[in-house]
């Protein structure tokens, strides 16, 4: 089996109908991933779209409950770690595609589950919504109308750098698009990305849908520049988040290099985080909220001095029950509340013995 597991991407997409569950990573990357994979297959499957954060203990049973009564014919992931293999993924059998970029631990096939991961075949950053705008290009769907779309995940997902001469093609056939810091934030398909990423904030996971129905209906990147409610929406969440990273100031505690702060609206972590991780580069960023004796947490640094991913791997190791993961520059997790000093004293350690080499 080739790594890029292309020709088996292939013939899982051509036997592909019905009713499909698709889950992705409530991001913007995870819902550009969504929506390109409804665009390419949309005249033969009919989705139910399920957003779902990286890491909750009762998101499994939830995912069971509504697999009983909806009775689908397959579930892919987008932008998602999932290893079938798990306690929580255990007991379902349905026909599985993922399509990643998260690092993952191990690879995952089995009979019916098929695991594409970046990871095994580029060395690049390769954001999810690029690698499923690519497959299925590859595999003779016509997605060019909806390239923008992998374009506004990619420069969300901070990949703009990695793939500029892609960003490039958008460019040329979009000149419109290209003003400002155009493999950044800052230019109109980064704006697309702050717009959307702040619906998502504003309705949360419950109601997704919302912000998804936009995102179908978009023809063009202008609808979504150009939509007042976006405005409105973008707004009233840039005002909390102003808010949020002033409040981080007074509440946080930092141990060198380290600065941990609770957050009030725990929506507002991982943009909170990579806000200040971008100002900031040097300092990891560890944002936390907790609820239901748990503690939810998005981390952040942006030198790549310190590769996140791995630290957190060695660190959760030594914590029960815990889980979480992510890229060398973002990483998020969960862990029981009553662990929390632990962790957050195998942190110092692991920054101070990293420090000290
Ligand atoms: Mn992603």
Redesign the pocket.
């Known amino acids: 089996m080739k790594k890029d597991k292309f020709e088996e991407f292939k013939k899982f997409i051509e036997k592909l109908e019905g009713k499909i569950f698709l889950i992705y990573?409530f991001?913007v990357?995870?819902f550009c991933s969504a929506v390109l994979f409804q665009h390419a297959l949309r005249e033969k499957c009919k989705f139910v779209f399920v957003p779902s954060p990286p890491a909750l203990p009762s998101f499994a049973s939830e995912l069971r409950k509504d697999i009983e009564l909806e009775n689908p014919e397959a579930i892919v992931f987008v932008?998602l770690q999932v290893d079938p293999k798990s306690d929580s993924y255990s007991g379902i059998k349905l026909k599985t595609l993922v399509m990643d970029?998260h690092k993952p631990p191990k690879d995952f096939d089995s009979k019916n589950f098929l695991h594409i991961n970046t990871h095994f075949f580029s060395k690049k950053y390769y954001?999810?919504s690029k690698l499923v705008y690519d497959y299925f290009t590859k595999a003779g769907y016509d997605l060019s109308k909806y390239k923008w779309v992998s374009g506004v995940g990619v420069i969300a997902?901070k990949g703009g750098e990695e793939w500029k001469d892609f960003l490039d093609k958008i460019y040329a056939e979009k000149p419109e698009l290209k003003t400002g810091d155009i493999y950044g934030f800052d230019c109109p398909l980064g704006d697309i990305g702050k717009r959307l990423s702040s619906a998502i904030l504003y309705y949360g996971r419950t109601r997704a849908n919302s912000v998804m129905d936009i995102m179908l209906d978009a023809e063009n990147p202008e609808e979504l520049l150009n939509s007042k409610d976006l405005d409105e929406l973008n707004e009233k969440m840039q005002a909390k988040i102003r808010q949020s990273i002033e409040s981080f100031e007074d509440d946080s505690e930092s141990h060198g290099i380290l600065s941990f702060c609770e957050v009030k609206n725990k929506r507002l972590k991982s943009i909170t985080a990579t806000i200040l991780s971008m100002k900031e580069p040097n300092r990891i960023f560890i944002l936390y909220s907790s609820s239901g004796g748990y503690v939810f947490f998005s981390m952040r640094h942006s030198s790549g001095r310190i590769d996140l991913s791995d630290m957190l791997k060695k660190i959760l190791k030594k914590i029960p029950g815990s889980r979480g993961g992510g890229h060398p520059g973002a990483t998020g997790g969960i862990f029981k509340k009553k662990h929390f000093e632990k962790f957050k004293n195998e942190l110092i350690s692991y920054v101070n013995k990293y420090e000290g080499e």
């Open positions: 990573h991001d990357d995870g932008d970029h954001p999810a997902d």
